[in-house]
């Protein structure tokens, strides 16, 4: 009986997961994608000042 429910469990874990990776990369979040992928790169607004090229944060 552990291993019928054990068997359910994994089928319905692989299937959630599946369903995830289907959301995650569907046509309508390509754009959500994409503005998230480029979170890391944004400044602060503190920083965003006019600098010079070769100019330092320090």
């Known amino acids: 009986m552990v291993g019928v ?3 359910i469990m994994t089928v ?3 299937i959630t997961f599946g369903g ?4 995650a990369w569907s046509a309508r979040r390509a ?3 994409q503005q998230a ?3 890391p ?3 602060p607004e ?5 600098k010079k090229v ?5």
Request: glycine residues 10%; without cysteine.
């Open 46 to 50: 503190e920083f965003q000042q006019h």
């Open 20 to 23: 995830i990776v289907w959301w």
């Open 31 to 33: 754009e959500a994608n």
């Open 37 to 39: 992928s480029m979170l």
């Open 5 to 7: 429910i054990n068997g």
């Open 12 to 14: 319905l874990g692989m």
């Open 54 to 58: 070769g100019d330092t944060n320090e």
């Open 41 to 43: 790169f944004a400044l």
